[in-house]
């Protein structure tokens, strides 16, 4: 399973250093984050699809990645772990609120809870802890 802390392996691996423009090899990346080859390079193209960089393959395994800024930002700000976290945290937070309207809106109240719980529910299938 592909979780927020093996993203933030790769993440920091793609910019520590002072340069944007990277090369790797797939097989000896894959090995040193524990993963297979497919998983890395799907983690690729999913950095890809949040902009985080740009990915020019190569036959034999090796591959450039052109960081965007936002890469740098994202590791800044705790990557995708923190991300997880502020989202667990916001939902708690929510659901807190919704138990002290309980006692002035019973029904309502009730009801705005159960939905919070099942999107809780929902989002940890999707959002894995660590």
Known sequence: M???????????????????RKSFDLGQLAE????????????????????????????????????????????????????EEHLRNSLKKLELELESLRPSLPERAARISGIVADIGTVLSLFLPFK
């Open 2 to 20: 592909i979780t927020p802390s093996i993203k933030d392996a790769l993440l920091n691996k793609m910019v520590e250093g002072d340069t944007f």
């Open 32 to 83: 040193e984050l524990g993963l297979h080859s497919e998983a890395l390079d799907a983690l690729l193209r999913y950095f890809e699809e949040l902009d985080l960089c740009r990915v020019q393959r190569f036959l034999g395994g090796r591959f450039d990645v052109m960081l965007d800024i936002k890469a740098h930002d994202m590791s800044l700000h705790g990557g995708f772990v923190a991300q």
